[in-house]
């Protein structure tokens, strides 16, 4: 059950504000990235680690692997939005025996190591998985700043990373989505669009998307113990 990993890193993480994109900012000394990335270096399972960077940003991402024990990491350069790079990660990995693969934010360094496998067991089953939390909050649909509806809250999961797939699986849904024009911000998201069945596995409350200057401050507070639930 051996695997590749896919990193889309070529966004400029626009919503976290900065002239770095949010990949690239420290925490506790390293790169966001480089945690992520690390994380799935200490994987037996985890054959090759596909970052897909910018172009204007392979150099850095170059100079971040330089010196570490990052053998097993290949950098290639992405594609204008998330589904595209994530297309030539895909086409990166095939050049491998792998079956199976996974996509991973760039920007998720708290992700356990019992989850992932336990995704990828279900991804070998099924042919795609990913981790996912219950909503806990109630969540309206708002039209023009007023609540228009109060869905029912049992039926949502706020979906993570890293989701896993059949390498073919992947690759079929993506091309259907560039042929098509389809955004596919979510890769479980347009597998089950056009057709297959996507397991849920229960995520890590730790597990959080650095989108805001909030979150990294957070992640710089907790990260002994968060660090610690992996």
Known sequence: MRCSVIIPAAGLGTRFGGAVPKQFLPLRGRPLIA??????LAED????????????H???????????????????????????????????????????????????PFFGSSTFRAVLEAAAA????LP??????????VEEGFVAE??????????????????????????????EGYPATDEAGVAARYGHRVKIVTGDLTNIKITHLED???????????AMQI
């Open 45 to 56: 399972v985890v054959d090759q680690v596909i970052i897909c960077g910018s172009g204007e």
């Open 35 to 40: 945690h992520a990335v690390e994380r799935f």
């Open 150 to 179: 109060t869905p029912d809250r049992n039926h949502y999961y706020s979906a993570q990373t890293p989701q896993c797939f059949r390498i073919e699986l992947l690759r079929e849904v993506l091309d259907r989505a560039i042929e």
């Open 132 to 141: 996912a939390l219950r909503l806990t909050e109630t969540i309206h649909r």
């Open 58 to 108: 392979l150099s850095t991402l170059e100079r971040f692997s330089a010196g570490r024990a990052w053998d097993r990491v290949a950098i290639i350069e992405g594609g204008e939005t998330r589904r595209d790079s994530v297309a030539a990660g895909v086409r990166a990995a095939g050049q491998t025996s792998v079956e199976l693969v996974a996509v991973h934010d760039a920007v998720r």
């Open 126 to 129: 099924s042919g795609a998985a």
């Open 216 to 226: 990294l401050q957070a992640a710089e507070l907790n990260f002994d113990r968060w």
